[in-house]
């Protein structure tokens, strides 16, 4: 069938065959061979998801000669908020397209291609080798430098390189019980924070940490604890588990001191089980109010006492939006964003829109300056888990 299956395996096949750079140039030579596409480039979004960078073919300039685009108020971001396709006659006769290209509710970028005449089939089959292009890329990423380059609209120094190979991959995702997305600020001289999250068959994990400091060393100490918390989470150690490892390696290896808060959720229940390591306390939005969740304060990683860490719960029910921050989001200039306001006014967004409207604002407030890291992670609870069939599986209600 012309733009089937067949032809999606096709693409797929020769993506696999070409240099891992060239992810582009596969996509676009199957537009072009199928539907006479002309000017296809990828646009990724950037780290702090305020830009736009282009990347052309082989055969075109390497970069947009315009350079990043600012994303605000333009059609790209229209294309990633809404998640849907966007058509509109170009200058030359034809038809400009802009397609998401996204995984698991992680927005990578957008496919932008212009066509002499597309009707709604071809639309369709243009949108499938969007989606097949954003996971040709989540494969060849881990092969090449290109795409992480592509990300980048300012000089990276050493602390924020450090610490950006510190988070995860993708900044969102997506399932039945559940949406996250986060997003971290660096301050002008890096201030340790990093987040991190998870999902095995019956939980999903979420960190939210700060180690203390500026620059390099704020860095270096925070791989520090996110690897104690990774390798503990990786042999099985419940929340609990995990802050001891964690404090653990920072007596042992490091001077150094660092707040956190450890999330591990059953996905049946939605029961949340977690430790608070002198962190601020999470904000929630339950049934349109936004409230700050009571929970004991334990001392930070690091601090030399006795007091052992205490395991917490809270029961999250379907509808929850649970707000994990890190003190950057709330003091200096920070503290003039009325926090629990935004995260009411911002409750109908896909989370990933919420962070970028929640991080757009502290930036704002700080005149794009920062003296601390400011991270946030969004973690919308669904309760529904479908089984192979598309059922649901007893979520509670």
């Known amino acids: 069938m012309k733009g089937g299956d067949v032809e999606l395996g096709e693409l797929l096949a020769a993506a696999e065959a070409a240099p891992p750079g060239e992810s582009v140039d596969v996509v676009a030579h199957d537009l072009q061979k199928r539907f006479g596409a002309e000017r296809v480039s ?6 702090v ?11 075109d300039d390497a970069a947009d000669p315009d350079g990043p685009i600012d994303l605000q108020g333009s059609v790209y971001d229209r294309v990633l908020r809404s998640q849907r396709q966007h058509v509109e006659p170009d200058c030359q006769g034809g038809l400009r397209v ?3 290209v996204t995984n698991r509710g992680d927005c990578i970028g957008v496919l932008e291609a212009t066509l002499q005449s597309a009707d709604d089939t071809v639309l369709r089959q243009v949108r499938d080798a969007a989606h097949a292009l954003a996971y040709i890329i989540v494969t060849d990423r881990r092969f090449t430098d290109l795409y992480h380059l592509g990300r980048r609209t300012t000089e990276t120094s050493l602390a924020a390189e450090i610490q950006h190979q510190l988070l ?4 969102c995702c997506e399932a039945d019980q559940f949406t996250l997305a986060a997003g971290l600020v660096p301050a002008d001289d890096i201030g340790g924070d990093t987040y991190d999250y998870t999902l095995d068959r019956d939980t999903l994990h979420l960190s939210v940490t700060d180690a203390m400091g500026h620059d390099t060393a704020s860095a270096l100490l925070a791989t520090l604890l996110v690897g104690a918390l990774r390798r503990a989470r990786r042999s099985g150690c419940d929340a609990l588990r995990q802050a001891e490892h964690a404090h653990r390696a920072l007596l042992s290896h490091s ?10 959720v059953d996905l049946e229940t939605g029961l949340c089980e977690l430790v608070n390591a002198g962190h601020p306390r999470p904000l929630r939005l339950r049934d349109g109010a936004v409230e700050e969740v009571e929970l004991a304060v334990n001392l930070p990683f690091g601090v030399v006492a006795p007091t052992p860490y205490r ?36 409750g109908a967004l896909h989370p990933r829109e919420a962070v970028r409207s929640l991080t757009g604002a502290v930036l704002e407030a700080c005149h794009g300056s920062l003296r601390d890291d ?9 309760g529904e888990r479908r089984g192979p069939d598309g059922t649901g599986q007893g979520a509670q209600r």
């Open 374 to 382: 400011a991270t946030i992670l969004i973690l919308d609870w669904h």
């Open 168 to 171: 995860p991959s993708a900044p």
């Open 311 to 346: 395991l917490q719960e809270l029961q999250l029910r379907p509808g929850d939006r649970l707000i994990l921050l890190t003190d950057g989001m709330q003091e200096r200039g920070a503290a003039a964003v009325d926090l629990a306001a935004l995260v009411r006014d911002t």
């Open 49 to 59: 998801g305020q830009r736009l960078v282009r990347l052309t073919t082989a055969g």
């Open 98 to 100: 802009i397609t998401p």
């Open 255 to 264: 001077r150094g001191l660092a707040t956190g808060q450890l999330l591990c």
């Open 42 to 47: 990828f646009l990724f979004v950037d780290l």
